[in-house]
């Protein structure tokens, strides 16, 4: 043992000596945190239950290529593992296996020379000791002769499978491990409402559980987060200073995500939302193909950069030319107000519905006054005299983490959530209203930590006032004067 230390502490030494440098940033959560969560799951767990968590699949693209992997949270949560192929049981008390005690057992992928010289290296069962630190830890094909007798526990709780998981051949792969899961705890269906077959499982448990800890978050997922939402103002700003007429969305999309990869932010939370002109009307709108976005729009930026498995989420809306013309000016500062007005509602005891009364209150009351439309009684959606909820359509306020619509309870606010509040208003064109209002979308969406006494708004660096916009659109950003070479014809 001793031997082993002294051979670290002098490659470590030696790699200092080298200037070698690390191959990850050092700020990913630590072991210790997810030891933690882990053992704040058992806490919560009901007597004699083991809780089963399996890795998110591998999603194939196209041919031999596929998507980035991108680990399940509450995977991520509990172990930090990032790799596929992996399963997790956590045991409210600690069970007999191998002649061993454990409360905790994760199978994750063997070593495979050639894959690995494609891939990179895989962690091992002896990386999943050492670095993750479970506390017991086997290969995925050993997973066969795990006979542990699911049958003695009171509850095996575990989510519902989804069938889209390819089998890749390989013994101990998921498709394998879900496949064998199934057999030895005896789940052939996969709605468990319909007729259980054996009434210790149980797969609706596990999301409450996981709910009422991840929607509380740690300090450690809190200063992540601030560096996350930081990043994405960051990225807001920077688009603000460059934008002109002319440009294309995925222009503006590249240079908000190209200020994430700057500050070392490894994706985008979800998928980045650029849309001028008529396309901030669609509320998800991805395509972000507008080749030339044009002088007098409106153009809608809704992204998120994901740092250390946490993502931010943050809209704004700004004019391309650096002017509100009076029409937009109008409905931004209506969202404006509504924003406001959900944030005075923030606090530990409120309830979320508070806050999407107090948005909807002001837009809908607002948008009568400018005369988009006459009432906002509640009548019939179709009812072209009223436009009550008809240009906000969503709702205000989500929880973000490892999610963008983060795991958490939906009921009342408390001390260290971390949320949204994201008014909106969109008009298409072909309203019923006067046309002038036609294909003006506004969002502003920011994210807050929810404090003992109110709420903290994090995503302060990007201005949320229409005058502190155009104040910060008169400056200028080298993304705005950067000029490449034409592509040959
Ligand atoms: N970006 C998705 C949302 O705002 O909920
Ligand atoms: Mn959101
Ligand atoms: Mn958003």
């Known amino acids: 043992m001793q031997k082993i230390t002294v051979f670290w502490v002098l490659l470590c030494v030696f790699s200092n000596a080298t200037g070698q440098k690390p191959n990850k940033p050092g700020d990913y959560l630590l072991p210790e945190f997810h030891i933690e969560r882990r053992q704040a799951l058992r806490d919560q767990m009901p007597a004699n239950s083991v809780a089963v968590f399996f890795s998110n699949s591998v999603r194939n693209r196209a041919n031999d290529v596929n998507y980035v992997y991108h680990q399940d949270p509450d995977f991520y949560y509990l172990t930090g593992h990032q790799e596929p192929h992996a399963v997790l049981f956590i045991f409210k008390e600690p069970q007999l296996i191998n002649s061993s005690t454990t409360d905790e057992i994760i199978f994750v992928r063997a070593h495979h020379a050639l894959m690995e010289l494609y891939d990179g290296p ?48 390989e013994k101990g792969d998921l498709f394998d491990l879900i496949r064998q899961f199934r057999e030895k705890v005896g789940y052939e269906q996969d709605d468990l409402s319909i007729e259980p077959r054996n009434n210790n499982l149980d797969i609706v448990m596990l999301d409450s559980l996981m709910k009422n800890l991840r929607g509380i978050k740690t300090q450690e997922e809190i200063a992540l987060l601030r560096k996350a939402v930081d990043i994405s103002t960051i990225g807001q700003r920077e688009v603000m200073k460059a934008m002109h007429p002319g440009m294309s969305e995925t222009e503006v999309q590249g240079i908000h995500e190209f200020v994430f990869k700057k500050y070392q932010s490894e994706y985008e939370g979800y998928p980045s939302i650029v849309g001028a002109g008529h396309n901030g009307c669609v509320l998800h709108y991805i395509d972000n193909l507008k080749p030339e976005i044009e002088d007098g729009e409106l153009i809608l930026m809704d992204l998120g950069a994901e740092y250390r498995g946490y993502t931010a989420d943050v809209t704004r809306t700004i004019p391309v030319n650096g002017r509100f013309n009076p029409e937009q000016k109008q409905i931004y500062d209506l969202v404006y107000e509504a924003q406001e007005a959900a944030m005075e ?145």
């Open 122 to 169: 895989r962690l091992g069962k002896e990386g999943a000791l050492e670095k993750l630190r479970l506390d017991m830890a086997f290969e995925g094909t050993e997973f066969e002769r795990f006979n542990l007798d699911f049958t003695s526990f009171d509850k095996v709780l575990f989510y519902d499978f989804f069938n889209d998981v390819r089998d890749t051949k």
């Open 345 to 489: 509602v923030c606090k530990p005891g409120a309830g979320f519905t508070d806050l999407l009364k107090a948005t909807r209150e002001v837009v809908n009351n607002g948008l009568v006054e400018l005369g988009v439309y006459k009432s906002a009684a509640k009548k019939h959606i179709t009812d072209p005299e009223t436009g009550r909820n008809r240009y906000y359509p969503h709702g205000c306020c989500h929880h973000i983490g490892l999610d963008v619509h983060d795991k958490g309870e939906y009921d009342v606010l408390q001390e260290n959530m971390v949320i949204t509040i994201e008014p909106g208003i969109y008009i298409p064109s072909g309203s019923p209203c006067d046309k002038k209002w036609w294909d003006i979308a506004v969002r502003i969406e920011d994210d807050f930590l929810v404090t003992r006494e109110g709420c903290e708004l994090l995503s302060d660096l990007a201005p949320r006032k229409s005058e502190e916009i155009e104040a910060l659109m008169k400056e200028s950003s080298p993304f705005g004067e950067l000029v490449l070479p034409e592509l040959k014809d």
